[in-house]
C-alpha cells in the first residue's frame, strides 16, 4: 500500500516570505512518482511538478523548488517569495510504475498575508 | 488545447437518487481517472479507464460505476445515493505515452461538486 503524509495542515505567511512544505512517503514499489498539486478555491487540481524516483536531482522552476530525498523518503516543495496568488491547498501524490492510481495526502492549507 | 471538461459542475440530488457526471478530456489523452475529494476522506481514486476498459478500482462500493466511451470521454454513476456521497468528484485525463509504464502526469477537470439531501 501506498501512502503519503502532509503533516502541516496550514501554513501562514507574510507576502514575499519562503514557504516549506513537508511530504513523507511510503511505498514498496522500487520505480515510483512523486507530484505535487495546487488546489486553489475554485476546486481544479492544477499541476505543479512531479519527481521520477530514479531522478534525485533538485531543481528550481521560477519560485518553485524541490527536495527529494529517497533515504529519507521525503519531497519537500518550496514556494519562494510567497504571493498572495499562492495562497491554497497544497497536496502531495504519490503513484507506482503503470499505475495510474494518485494517493494524495491530506492537504496543506497555504494562506500568504499581504 | 482546451483543458479536462466536466458537466455539470454543481448538482444536487435526494437521497436514493441516482446520478450520471461526464467529463471530457484533454483532446489526445486517451486515460481518464476519477477521484472523490470529502472534507474527512480527502482525495481518494474511484478508477480509471483507458481506451473503453477499466484497468484500475479503488475500494468504494458497487454503486460507484463508470465508463468510458470511443472519443475517450468517460462518464461515472451513482445509484442509490446516500448522504455520505456528498463530494467534490474530480476527473484527470493523461496522455499516455508509455503504454504499460509510467506514469505519465494527470491532468485535473473542475469538478462537480455534489450535494445528496
Known amino acids: 500500500a501506498q501512502k503519503v503524509t502532509q503533516a502541516q495542515t496550514e501554513i501562514s505567511v507574510v507576502e514575499k516570505e519562503d514557504v516549506t512544505l513537508d511530504c513523507v512517503y511510503e511505498?514498496?514499489?522500487?520505480?515510483?512518482?512523486l507530484f505535487w498539486y495546487k488546489q486553489p478555491p475554485s476546486g481544479e487540481l492544477v499541476f505543479l511538478i512531479r519527481?521520477?524516483?530514479?531522478?534525485?536531482q533538485n531543481e528550481i522552476s521560477g519560485r518553485y523548488s524541490w527536495n527529494f530525498q529517497k533515504s529519507t523518503s521525503s519531497f519537500n516543495f518550496t514556494i519562494t517569495a510567497s504571493q498572495v496568488v499562492d495562497s491554497a491547498v497544497y497536496f502531495c501524490a504519490l503513484s507506482g510504475s503503470g499505475d495510474y492510481k494518485l494517493s494524495f495526502g491530506a492537504g496543506t492549507t497555504v494562506t500568504v498575508r499581504a | 488545447k482546451a483543458g479536462v471538461t466536466q458537466t455539470p459542475r454543481y448538482l444536487i440530488k435526494t437521497r436514493g437518487q441516482q446520478v450520471t457526471l461526464s467529463c471530457s478530456p484533454i483532446s489526445g489523452h486517451r486515460s481518464v481517472s476519477w477521484y472523490q475529494q470529502t472534507p474527512g476522506q480527502g482525495l481518494q481514486f474511484l478508477f480509471e479507464y483507458f481506451s473503453e476498459t477499466q484497468r484500475n478500482k479503488g475500494n468504494f462500493p458497487g454503486r460507484f460505476s463508470g465508463r468510458q466511451f470511443s472519443n475517450s470521454r468517460s462518464e461515472m454513476n451513482v445509484s442509490t445515493l446516500e448522504l455520505g456521497d456528498s463530494a467534490l468528484y474530480l476527473c484527470?485525463?493523461?496522455?499516455?505515452?508509455?503504454?504499460?509504464?509510467?506514469?505519465?502526469?494527470?491532468?485535473f477537470g473542475p469538478g462537480t461538486r455534489l450535494t445528496v439531501l
Open positions: 484527470a485525463s493523461t496522455n499516455i505515452r508509455t503504454a504499460g509504464l509510467g506514469t505519465d502526469t494527470q491532468y
Open positions: 519527481r521520477n524516483s530514479f531522478d534525485e
Open positions: 511505498t514498496r514499489d522500487t520505480t515510483y512518482y
